[in-house]
């Protein structure tokens, strides 16, 4: 595995955090349709990226692997780009979230099962449910805590 580093994700760089988003999303995120991602895709590079605290995996150039974002205690994103995937970027980012991000909840669509089995491996577990997404769609989702240790 290529060594990679976390740090504080630029706004100059939300094109190409959304470029990650949308790949990772059109590899893991079969369930949605093509209107979704073009609904979404605007929000999360206009509005979703300023409202939370991002950080960046980064390889030795500098080049974004994937990224995360935290509020308020709840990893509201984390997304790899599909050629990283398996790599544990993942999973780093996922611990320097809980470490230095005090990260406790968050909240994962319902049909991404390896999400789901993601963060159950990685001590999370499923407290509560909706519906609806955060947007009123009918893709229902599963809340999901850290376990207390």
């Not at 605007?42 to 974004?64: S, W």
């Not at 970027?89 to 320097?96: A, E, H, N, P, S």
């Not at 990685?122 to 449910?129: A, M, Q, T």
């Not at 947007?135 to 989702?141: D, F, L, R, T």
Request: charged share 25%.
């Amino acid at each position: 595995m290529n060594t990679f580093k976390v740090d504080i994700a630029q706004k100059s760089e939300y094109p190409t955090l959304v470029e990650v988003w949308e790949a990772s999303v059109r590899a893991t995120h079969d369930f949605l349709k093509e209107e979704d991602i073009r609904y979404f895709r605007p929000l999360i590079l206009n509005t979703y990226l300023d409202a939370v605290e991002l950080r960046c995996a980064r390889d030795g150039q500098g080049n974004v692997l994937g990224f995360l974002g935290v509020a308020d205690h709840n990893l509201e994103m984390l997304f790899i780009h599909p050629d990283n995937r398996g790599t544990g970027i993942g999973r780093k980012l996922l611990q320097y979230a809980i470490s230095e991000m005090q990260v406790l909840k968050v909240d994962v669509n319902e049909q991404n099962e390896q999400a789901i089995g993601f963060y159950l491996k990685h001590g999370f577990e499923v407290v509560g449910r909706s519906e609806l997404d955060a947007s009123g769609k009918p893709y229902p989702i599963l809340h999901m805590e850290l376990k207390s240790c």
